[in-house]
């Protein structure tokens, strides 16, 4: 009899322990929720500013759905593979709005996905450009986020960019780092299916 009790005090013991710990682990999310996901909009705006250095600050002007049933239709209207928008902010300055922010990934990297940020004006040329995250080799591919291969990108057309190999890069073109085509190539495509989605979606507003 006693042999059975104690087994049962130790279920109840495992079941209590157990039912504590959950109940600290929900305290804790949340608690740390709101501050992690400050954080994550205060990072991501700093990449932003990169972009488009005239904005005092961003406005978040579509919901996650509908950026991306309008992404997939302007991204493959524009015949781009492997790409996705996903996220989209004005770019203000006071009641002025300045222009637009697009985060868009490629799937299409050499390490894997590889997201950047463009900023367009409302004159519909690029202000920025900026490589928020990637797993490409280093030295190589890890050269998009290089100052050298992301100015290119400012002051052009907000039209469809190509790049080209061994120099030279003009008008819409840009010059392909180094050993690093795959890289090169994801990045222009996400590059342009954030164009695409400025096109089809935001010019003109």
Excluded: W
Excluded at 31 to 50: F, G, K, L, S
Excluded at 76 to 91: P, R
Excluded at 139 to 151: D, M, Y
Aim: charged share 20%.
């Amino acid at each position: 009899m006693s042999k059975k009790s104690s087994v049962v005090k130790n279920v109840v013991s495992i079941f209590i322990i157990t039912l504590v710990a959950v109940l600290l682990l929900a305290v804790v999310n949340q608690v740390t929720r709101d501050p992690i996901a400050q954080a994550e909009i205060d990072a991501r705006n700093a990449v932003y500013r990169t972009v488009f250095t005239e904005a005092k600050d961003f406005e978040e002007i579509m919901k996650a759905d509908e950026i991306a049933k309008e992404g997939e239709k302007a991204v493959s209207g524009a015949g781009i593979q492997a790409c996705e928008i996903n996220h989209v902010m004005a770019a203000i300055d006071g009641d002025k709005k300045l222009g637009y922010v697009i985060a868009s990934t490629s799937k299409s990297g050499y390490g894997g996905d590889i997201q950047i940020a463009v900023g367009i004006n409302t004159e519909g040329k690029i202000t920025g450009f900026s490589v928020i995250k990637h797993s490409e080799t280093a030295g190589l591919g890890s050269k998009s986020t290089e100052p050298e291969f992301a100015n290119q990108f400012a002051g052009k057309a907000a039209e469809t960019i190509e790049f080209v190999k061994g120099g030279g890069a003009s008008g819409q073109q840009i010059d392909a780092i180094s050993g690093a085509t795959i890289t090169t190539s994801a990045v222009t495509n996400a590059t342009n299916a954030a164009i695409a989605f400025y096109n089809s979606c935001l010019k003109g507003e």
